[in-house]
């Protein structure tokens, strides 16, 4: 079976353009998480959908990020305008449900790493 | 802010010694608990979940979750080179993970 299939794995882009992240998690998992992980704040959880509806997004930065989840195969995460500071490596993960005890395991995809100039 | 503590690292041991990581979160409606293990340039991958007090262990890896003193750990046996990497605790009630510890075996 696949992984989790992320989409561009190496994005770089200069300051003010608009860049779009592309995930589509393992087929059946009902659950979908977006990652930043920086050298200084380690892996911060953005935002996180649970089939197809984003549950909490509090974790992201500011109006410039957003993110969909139109149908269960496919998410993006949208950063316009883009900044220097959001160079970092954005991971998609997938889970199978949230279940009664909590989360499950997630999933965790390659990797999208973007350096914005 | 929901909080995942993990012990500052790095940590280095020799090859065949054992490893402790240790994790504290301030959460007590956790439920689940998971350690990761991250090469260097990769995604991270899970090696253990834990749900209940008590020790689970999975050929080398034992982990251990106190909810009382909220506290998980994860200890490594007869510890490899291979096992270098940095491991990320992850408390599952709101989905945070721990800045993570980097292993070092040395040979």
């Known amino acids: 079976d696949a992984g989790v299939i992320q989409s561009p794995r190496h994005e770089v882009t200069e300051m003010g353009q608009e860049v779009t992240l592309r995930c589509k998690p393992i087929?059946?998992?009902?659950?979908l998480f977006w990652y930043r992980q920086t050298m200084m704040r380690g892996l911060e959880l953005l935002i996180y959908f649970n089939n197809n509806v984003p549950i909490d997004d509090s974790g992201m930065p500011e109006d410039r990020f957003s993110a969909k989840m139109p149908n269960a195969s496919f998410s993006t995460l949208k950063i316009q305008p883009s900044e220097p500071r959001d160079s970092a490596v954005y991971f998609c993960?997938?889970?199978?449900?949230?279940?009664?005890?909590?989360?499950?395991?997630?999933?965790f995809g390659p990797g999208t790493r973007l350096t914005v100039l | 802010q929901k909080e995942v503590e993990q012990n500052s690292g790095p940590l280095s041991v020799p090859e065949g010694a054992i490893a402790s990581l240790n994790c504290t979160y301030s959460d007590r409606g956790s439920q689940s608990f998971f350690w990761y293990r991250q090469y260097s340039g990769k995604s991270p991958e899970l090696i253990m979940s834990?749900?209940?007090?008590g020790d689970k262990e999975d050929g080398r890896f034992t982990a251990q979750l106190n909810k009382a003193s909220q506290y998980v750990s994860l200890l490594i046996r007869d510890s490899q080179p291979s096992d270098s990497a940095t491991y990320l605790c992850?408390?599952?009630?709101?989905?945070?993970f721990g800045a993570g510890t980097r292993l070092t075996v040395k040979p």
């Open positions: 993960a997938s889970s199978p449900s949230l279940g009664l005890a909590g989360h499950n395991e997630q999933f």
């Open positions: 992850a408390v599952k009630g709101d989905m945070r």
């Open positions: 087929s059946g998992h009902n659950s």
């Open positions: 834990i749900y209940s007090n």
